[in-house]
């Protein structure tokens, strides 16, 4: 089993909040060699659902918790041309800015879920972004509220995270409450290389 990484083997105990910043800060310089060297597969993946099925591929997205900019970088190179992230780590966000993706970039808090209503996204990827080792639940709804109508949100949960069924929920009661169509669920290789698989979902908000 590949993983040299210490901050890859520990994350997904890491708890959210103050802790879950400052991990992803001290991770941030070694982060894209850690991922690439365990064949990170999650944001090639996402970034062709969300292609798929977003319709026109300038309009607006956003890359939540985008990290480093490897799910960005996924996302042009998918087609996607008008591309912003947002994070909670400083340090992550920095790296991301030096890839050249992202029309903007702007740094969110631990503490509060997602909330870009009014921002006129036609498209949100979570790419690795929601489960352990990552934002919280609430997340998912805060995703689909921020989203324009028709809008597509594309998310993949690991097998850690699949293990806590809350997270797959808030996708199921959206589509039970009429507010979200699913477009996907495929499972796949997330890193392949420490045998960890991932679900990948799109869904339309209506
Ligand atoms: C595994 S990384 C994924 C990064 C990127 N999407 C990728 O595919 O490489 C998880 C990211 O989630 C961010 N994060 C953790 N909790 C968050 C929260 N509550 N809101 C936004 N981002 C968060 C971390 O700072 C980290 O950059």
Known sequence: MTSTSTFLDNIYSVDGGEGMRQYYDDWADSYDSDLRENDYRTPARCAAALAAHIGDLSAPILDFACGTGISGEALHVAGLTTIDGTDISQGMLDRARAKGVYRELWRG????????????????????AIGAGAAPAENIDGAIDSLSPGGVFVVSLNDHTLEDPQFE?????????????????????????????ARVWAVRRR
């Not at 808090?109 to 690795?128: E, F, H, Q, T």
């Not at 929920?169 to 996907?184: F, H, P, Q, S």
């Open 169 to 197: 929920e808030r996708l199921t009661r959206a589509i039970a409450d009429g507010r979200v169509d699913k477009l996907l669920a495929e499972d796949g290789p997330h890193l392949p290389a420490i045998g960890l698989g």
């Open 109 to 128: 808090s631990p503490d509060a879920p997602l909330n870009a209503a009014g921002k006129g996204y036609a498209g949100i990827a979570a790419v690795g």
